[in-house]
Nanobody, 112 residues
Framework: QVQLVESGGGLVQAGESLRLSCAAS????????MGWYRQAPGKQRELVAR???????NYANSVKGRFTISRDNAQNTVYLQMNSLKPEDTAVYYC??????WGKGTLVTVSS
């Protein structure tokens, strides 16, 4: 059984930080590319950040310089450090693995 469980979402004010975690089970985590996506109300889901098996990363322009994706293969966990949060970052954030499984999401709400 594949399971991705996100945590760390919450309500913060603009300029504050959050760290999201995604704990994976049922997959060979270390050989899977991982990603964070988000979906705001009334909007399509969009890619936020990806981290590949070699540790290289890719970011959406809207979060570049503010967010950092990382992974801990020993803990089967991928993280998203979100700094300098803006109201437009408000969304449900989803964890994804390249073998095409999704978590249920964690809600991030940023007030100005």
């Amino acid at each position: 059984q594949v399971q991705l469980v996100e945590s760390g979402g919450g309500l913060v004010q603009a300029g504050e930080s959050l760290r999201l975690s995604c704990a994976a089970s049922g997959i060979r985590f270390s050989i899977n590319d991982m990603g964070w996506y988000r979906q705001a109300p009334g909007k399509q889901r969009e890619l936020v950040a990806r981290i590949f098996t070699d540790g290289s990363t890719n970011y959406a322009n809207s979060v570049k310089g503010r967010f950092t994706i990382s992974r801990d293969n020993a803990q089967n966990t991928v993280y998203l450090q979100m700094n300098s949060l803006k109201p437009e970052d408000t969304a449900v954030y989803y964890c994804h693995t390249h073998v095409d499984y999704w978590g249920k999401g964690t809600l991030v709400t940023v007030s100005s």
